[in-house]
């Protein structure tokens, strides 16, 4: 894992059920940037990403108990 992806984990533990926007507000990247990089923390199994059922058109983010180790 690299710093950047630690930090973004850390983002997400902090704010567990934020979206990819709120996230990408937060650390002052475009939406597509953060999209490529929660890609690369869903493929290790360290988040996951649920659909809104409040808002099918938005999927919030979630660390996985592999990515709190």
Do not use: W
Not at 42 to 65: A, S, W
């Amino acid at each position: 894992m690299v710093k950047g992806q630690a930090s973004l984990l850390t983002a997400i533990k902090q704010n567990d059920g934020a979206t990819q926007s709120e996230l990408a507000e937060l650390f002052g990247l475009t939406n597509p940037t953060m999209g490529e990089r929660i890609n690369k923390l869903e493929v290790l199994g360290y988040i996951i990403r649920i659909v809104d059922e409040n808002n099918l058109r938005c999927k919030r983010v979630y660390i996985t108990p592999e990515g709190k180790k």
